[in-house]
């Protein structure tokens, strides 16, 4: 299938066509402001679809709403009919269509004109009123205040809110996108579409976790990033780095022992952490009432000890890093671990808890 993406340079034109020419089974033909018209007219007379992204919302003079967001739609439409083209379009409108401002009204302006066009042709058309899109790839300082948050709070630049309270409607661009791949299979009827996953939030609440997600290379404690709203921007916020902040510093303790170092740590779901320890040496010695560990051996060969410290129970595990095996410490039994090999022993652990200095939760034993 032969896909026009007009707007190909901008924000969701960007991530669209990537997406698209993913999927060999489509061509993608872009269209952009360098675009000459007898190159517009030829993909016009060979599209299988098309998607109208084209449009500005903050233009130097008003005019500009007209030209790009009205006539550009006109274009197209007239050349189609004129062709005797019946290509199904979906253009990207906004949620400010049945506000008082000229750029709602040039929306609606060229929505009716995709709706004219499918009376008149038969061709299926998409609207999508879309809210605040956002996501990588947005350029900062100009309509999506998500993006300026994002590149501002990364690079130390101050961020103005007016009132902290504003409710906004948020949409992420890989949702936005599925869904106008989805088109292309012909799964909507047409007309209105409703677009997925919208987020309603504040100004405030969006910049205080856009400044958690920064706080957390100090902290080690990460925010909720696995669904929903937080890791739409978590995405968006990390994609705002440069490469010379890809990677950051830790803290790590080293002693006669080895080194310990902590890693990772969640609000609620404990932390994660490895430690090292030459060849003969036995860290541990302890055990928690109610703490619980996870070890897992990714160099050398362990030892792992355990006693009851109720029963005198003892028990003992040897694990390896060529076989795998999570180790597991249990409340009331004391534990330690001795690299039984020759080589440096290194092991990732995850504790449900993060480490509490006033209640540790940790007593030391004798095995």
């Known amino acids: ?81 004129e062709y005797g083209r019946k290509v199904p379009i979906a253009i990207s409108s906004s949620s400010q269509v049945h506000l008082d401002n000229i750029y709602g009204a040039s929306k609606l302006e060229a929505e009716d004109l995709i709706s004219n066009y499918s009376k008149i042709t038969g061709a299926t058309n998409y609207i999508l009123r879309l809210p605040n899109v956002f996501g990588k790839w947005c350029k900062p300082n100009y309509n999506s205040f998500v993006a300026t948050f994002c590149y501002n709070i990364v690079n130390g630049i101050d961020i103005s809110i007016n009132d902290p309270n504003s409710k906004v409607s948020l949409v992420y661009i890989d949702d936005v996108c599925k869904l106008l791949v989805s088109l292309l299979d012909g799964e909507h009827k047409g007309g209105l579409i409703d677009v997925p996953n919208v987020y309603k939030t504040t100004v405030g609440e969006v910049a205080e976790i856009i400044y958690s997600f920064k706080s957390s290379r100090k902290t080690l404690i990460s925010e909720q990033v696995g669904a929903g709203l ?25 002693d006669n022992r080895g080194v310990f170092c902590e890693m990772l740590k969640t609000k609620d779901s404990g932390q994660f952490s490895f430690f090292t320890a030459h060849p003969g040496i036995t860290r541990g010695g302890h055990y928690h009432h109610t703490k619980t560990e996870k070890f897992l051996v990714v160099k050398g060969k362990a030892k792992f000890c355990f006693n009851n410290i109720l029963t005198n129970e003892k028990y003992s595990i040897t694990t390896t890093a060529d076989k795998p095996q999570m180790v597991e410490t249990i409340p009331g039994w004391s534990h330690d671990i001795t690299n039984i090999s020759d080589e440096e022993l290194i092991v990732m652990l995850w504790a449900n808890e993060i480490f509490d200095p006033e209640n540790p939760d940790t007593m030391e034993a004798s095995l």
């Open 230 to 254: 937080k890791r739409a921007l978590y995405s968006t916020y990390l994609s705002y780095i440069t490469p010379k902040h890809f990677s950051y510093d830790l803290i790590s303790h080293e």
């Open 1 to 81: 299938m032969k896909v026009i993406i007009t707007g190909a340079n901008g924000f969701i034109g960007k991530n669209l066509s990537f997406i698209i020419n993913e999927n060999e089974k489509h061509e993608v033909m872009e269209v952009t402001r360098d675009t000459s018209k007898k190159v517009f007219l030829s993909y016009l007379k060979e599209a299988d679809f098309i998607y109208h992204l084209a449009g500005v919302n903050r233009p130097k003079n008003e005019s500009e709403f007209k030209e790009s967001n009205v006539d550009l739609t006109n274009f197209i439409t007239s050349t189609l009919k």
